[in-house]
């Protein structure tokens, strides 16, 4: 068989993809903070968290240096939110037993 032409397809060059490593950093905790949650940091695998962010690999230990330091970002950030939920309660302005029911009822407090 004898090819007499070959044709290319032309490509358009590619644009380049916007970077937005708050938002990917945001993501890589979001999927951490589910893996975690779920399979503790003994079962959990920087892989998993990798699929789950649409990151790779290279960017998790960018971004976090290692699966602990990953680990301690998301404990930090669930704390933050903690802090914050618990802040907008206005606990300061309740007496101490409507301040504990406070904080009870919308979870700061869990037993």
Do not use: C, W
């Not at 290279?58 to 802040?87: D, P, T």
């Not at 206005?90 to 979870?107: C, F, I, Q, Y």
């Amino acid at each position: 068989m004898r090819v007499t032409h070959l044709t290319a397809k032309r490509r358009e060059p590619a644009t380049p993809r916007r970077r937005h490593p708050e938002r990917t950093r945001e993501l890589i905790l979001d999927a951490a903070t589910i893996e975690f949650a779920t399979k503790g940091i003994g079962g959990a695998r920087v892989d998993a968290i990798a699929a789950r962010s649409r990151a790779n690999k290279r960017m998790i230990y960018h971004y976090f240096g290692n699966k602990q330091q990953l680990y301690l970002s998301v404990l930090e950030r669930m704390y933050q939110e903690i802090r914050s939920a618990e802040a907008e309660l206005k606990l300061e302005e309740l007496e101490p037993r409507e301040a504990m029911r406070a904080l009870v009822a919308n979870g700061a407090v869990q037993f």
